[in-house]
C-alpha cells in the first residue's frame, strides 16, 4: 500500500492514473481487513482523479463545485479522505458522469469492502 501512496504526488496523465486503478485492483484480494478499506478510497479516489483529467478539469474547479478546499480534494484523489456519498453525487452530477461509472468494474471482478463486526 505505502507504495501506491508515493507514486501519486505527480500524476496527471490517464495511464498513469490507470496505473494506479490497476495496482489497487490487484492488492485488494491480498489486502487485509485494515487494508481493505484503504484499497476501496484509493480505487474511489484514483477514479475521481481519472475522471477529472479525461474532463481537463482543475482540482480547484471541482473543489468549488463540491464547495471544499482543493487539499481536500487531493486527499480525496489520493485515497486520504474518503469522500462522501453526497460529494460523490455532486461530482458525477457536475462532470455529467453515471455514479455506476465508479462501481461497476468493483462488481465485475467481485470486489467487496470486509468489515470487521465486534460480536
Not at 496523465?13 to 495496482?23: A, C, D, N
Not at 481519472?50 to 474547479?61: A, D, M, N, P, S
Not at 461530482?91 to 467481485?110: Q, V
Request: glycine share 2%; with cysteine.
Amino acid at each position: 500500500m505505502q507504495e501506491i501512496i508515493l507514486k501519486t504526488t505527480h500524476l496527471n496523465s490517464e495511464t498513469q492514473v490507470m496505473s494506479l486503478i490497476k495496482s489497487v485492483i490487484e492488492s485488494w484480494d491480498d489486502a487485509s481487513l485494515e487494508d481493505n478499506l484503504n484499497c476501496f478510497k484509493k480505487y474511489i479516489g484514483f477514479k475521481l482523479k481519472l475522471r477529472r483529467i479525461q474532463l481537463g478539469l482543475t482540482q480547484t474547479k471541482v473543489a468549488k463545485k463540491l464547495n471544499v478546499t482543493f487539499q481536500q480534494v487531493q486527499k480525496y484523489e489520493n485515497g486520504k479522505n474518503a469522500i462522501s456519498i453526497c460529494s460523490l453525487i455532486m461530482f458525477c452530477e457536475y462532470t455529467k458522469t453515471d455514479i455506476d461509472w465508479f462501481f461497476r468494474p468493483l462488481r465485475k471482478m467481485n470486489k467487496t469492502i470486509s468489515i470487521r463486526r465486534k460480536i
